[in-house]
Every structure is written in C-alpha cells, then in structure tokens.
C-alpha cells in the first residue's frame, strides 16, 4: 500500500486481543462529482422544457382572435437566427478540438467566434419580440402569444448565461490556462450549449415551422 493512499484504522477488541484494521477509502476521480452534477441539472432542464413544449401544444392554437402565426412570424428571419446558433455549435466544437491539443490561443479565438454568433442570435431574437410588442402582439394577447414568450424567452435566457459563462471562461483561460479545471468547465459549458441548440430545433420545427402549417 503506498504513501498515498487514504486509509481509515479502526481499532477493536474481543477475546483478550487487540485487532487493527485499516479500510481504504473510495477513490473519486477528479471532477467526477462535478460531471455527475452537471449531468442532473440537464435532465432537470429537460424537464423545464418539456413543459413549456406541452404548454404550447395545449394553448398554442388559443389565439383569442387575434393574429396567428402566419400573420406574425418571418421564417427567413427565423432561419437565419437558427444557422447563426447551429454554426455557434460547430466553432464550439473546435475550440474544444484545439482545446485537446493545448493551443490556449486557438481555444480562445474559436471562444469568441462562438459567443460573437451567439450575441448575434440573441440580438435577433430580441428585434423580434420588439417587434412583435410593437404589433400590439405581447404575451398578454393570446394564450397562444404567451406560451410562444415564455418558451422562446426561456430558451433565449439559457442562451444568454451561457454567453456569461462563455466570456468568464475566457478570461480564466486567459488568465491560467487550459488547466485541468478550465478544461473541465469548458466541457461542461459544451454539453450545455449543444443541450440549446437541440432545444432550439425543437422550438424551430415545433413552433415556427408548425405554426405555419396550422
């Protein structure tokens, strides 16, 4: 057994003798628990958006004769707010890429390629609730205008704490490197930001795309 090791002595007596056992300790890979953590506040994230899903699919046709969404919503807009997040996606994955082979500089530049498209998603969707208020088409309306604020806003909101995220990594990297714990949390911030954009098309195809067939 080497130095070390992490041992518990436990001490006993019976019959006359004195006993002594040493009982090693569980051995936890290194941010093993911080992995685990992360992986169950997804699934309850998860579980946040399957709500909001099942909330605009029971109160999404609710329009309380006000507009639909073929009167509100402009698909090419959309589109180009979609590509700009899924190509977040992808620079993401090769800051990771770099990440792997110790390039701090690499990872930093594909970092913020990554959050100039994701500032740029967030700008989009904001112009577009503007206008929609502006429209007099606010979440107060409809049942439909107030499920459709509340996915999208929530959705929108993830987006933009992954950008705080996103840019205090930055400066940690920038400050200490790709050290085991930076490149710990920029795995963690990875599976997040993928987690929104498969949320993202799901609210693509199930509110946009869907509500142009209705």
């Known amino acids: 057994m080497s130095a070390t090791d992490t041992m518990t002595t436990i001490a006993a007596s019976g019959g006359g003798q004195s006993r002594i056992f040493h009982v090693e300790d569980e051995h ?27 909330a605009y699919g029971v109160l999404g046709g609710n329009y309380a004769a006000g507009p639909s969404p073929k009167d509100l919503f402009d698909l090419p807009t959309v589109a180009v707010n979609t590509a700009m997040l899924l190509l977040s996606s992808i620079t993401y994955g ?22 100039i498209s994701g500032i740029a998603f967030v700008s989009i969707e904001l112009n577009e609730f503007s206008h929609l208020i502006h429209e007099g088409a606010g979440p107060q309306r409809s049942a439909f205008l107030s499920s459709f604020f509340t996915l999208v806003g929530t959705h929108g909101l993830h987006v933009t704490f992954g950008l705080i995220w996103m840019t205090t990594l930055m400066v940690q990297v920038g400050r200490h490197g790709l050290i085991a714990a930076n490149r710990r949390r ?3 911030l990875s599976l997040f930001w993928h987690f929104l954009d498969v949320i993202w098309i799901g609210v693509f195809t199930f509110v946009y795309l869907m509500g142009f067939l209705r």
């Open 94 to 115: 090769f800051a990771m890429l770099t990440m792997e082979r110790g390039r701090v500089g690499a990872t930093q530049a594909w970092l913020a390629i990554t959050a």
């Open 186 to 188: 920029l795995m963690c």
């Open 28 to 54: 936890h890979a290194e941010g093993g628990s911080t992995m685990l953590g992360f992986w169950l506040y997804l699934m309850s994230d998860c579980l946040i958006f399957a709500m909001l899903f099942a």
